[in-house]
């Protein structure tokens, strides 16, 4: 078997890492993979030093006649622009291709995209929100549902205590991803400022950065339990520091950084947007806060900070649904998926 992974995505964010995790254990399982890129992806690097072969393009009309020898039992398309890539490579090559959608936006309705959806042999989807959104352009489109899984990012027990030590006797409440207005960071910005008179024991830090940051830092003005931290390599240090993770988006595909804080034993309360509430079960794995409700994040935390017990309850059980989530099995689901596609050539 012989997969083809595209990605064009010019940054690296979740959706690269996600696609990394999965050809580097595919890796481990002695699957021959190629990898198609954009050209200066910082994938590039990271597939090179695994030894994975790449090609690279410059856009996603463009290289498709360059690789004329390239040709595997499926190609797999892990981003926008690399489905029209794949569709058009299916199209003159007569070999099948599968999306991996990770977002919970509605598609366009376009004649382009609803062929390109319609053409894939499966459509995955991380959520069954995505897969609501997907069938809303086309009900004949067929969707397979494989969430995200965590990344297994690494703590150091001597940098952990030095980020405590930073805010000694504070209850670490922190937000992780980009800023970015759906990730509903100004609502634990709003939180924030109510509890930095009410409730001066959380002390709240903002991981990440992107488009939002300044006009964020504006709104978060006066605040002294707030702090901007950036984009930090080593997050795992951090929400191993952690005691509460607020994941309050207004709109989210799955949400992989949940399951990165329930490894490093992190309480999580997350909003019912997109594919959350598949991750989290309220009262048994985390909690859940109606989206864009500030009053119930507040109250929640309030109630989290208060009871270490609950705490430990859930972080117990959460971490015993981690499993479920691990490279290995969501690898396993893809082999599953390509052995069923990969006989299915076009003609």
């Known amino acids: 078997m012989h997969i083809c992974h595209v990605n064009l995505a010019r940054g690296f964010s979740g959706g690269e890492r996600q696609t990394f995790n999965l050809i580097n254990e595919l890796r481990n399982q002695s699957v021959k993979q190629t990898v198609v890129v954009l050209k200066g992806s910082p994938l590039t690097q990271m597939l090179v030093d695994i030894g994975i072969t790449t090609f690279e393009v410059t856009h996603h009309f463009l290289g498709h006649f360059a690789l004329s020898r390239l ?50 042999a499966s459509v995955v989807c991380l959520s069954r929100a995505i897969a609501a959104q997907v069938n809303k352009l086309d009900q004949n489109i067929r969707t397979d549902i494989i969430p995200s899984t965590f990344s297994s990012f690494t703590a150091d027990a001597d940098k952990v205590a030095k980020i ?119 009262h048994q794995t985390g909690r859940l806060i109606p989206a864009g409700d ?26 015993n649904e981690l499993k479920n989530y691990s490279i290995d099995k969501l ?7 390509y052995g069923e596609l990969c006989d299915g050539t076009l003609h």
Do not use: M
């Open 71 to 120: 040709k595997p039992d499926l190609f797999h398309a892990h981003d926008g622009k690399a489905v029209y890539w794949c569709a058009i490579q299916s199209k003159l090559k007569k070999i099948p291709y599968i999306i991996t959608r990770r977002v919970d936006n509605p598609l366009k309705s376009k004649v382009t995209t609803r062929a390109a959806y319609l053409r894939a």
């Open 164 to 282: 405590r030590s930073q805010y000694k006797g504070k209850l670490l409440v922190s937000q992780v991803g980009k800023l970015l207005h759906h990730k509903g960071v100004h609502l634990t910005i709003d939180v924030a400022r109510r509890c930095q008179a009410e409730h001066p024991s959380l002390q709240f830090l903002i991981l990440g950065s992107g488009p939002e940051e300044e006009k964020l830092k504006a709104l978060a003005t006066g605040l002294r339990n707030l702090d901007f931290l950036g984009h930090q390599q080593d997050i795992g240090n951090y929400l191993s520091a952690t005691d509460i993770l607020l994941f309050p988006s207004l709109t989210e595909g799955l949400g992989s950084t949940i399951l990165e804080a329930w490894q490093h034993k992190a309480v999580v309360i997350g909003s019912e947007a997109g594919g959350i509430p598949d991750l989290i079960e309220d």
């Open 294 to 319: 500030t009053s119930s994040l507040f109250e929640v935390l309030i109630e989290l900070a208060s009871d270490p017990d609950q705490r430990e309850k859930l972080c117990e059980q959460a971490s």
């Open 331 to 337: 690898a396993s689901r893809y082999l599953v998926l």
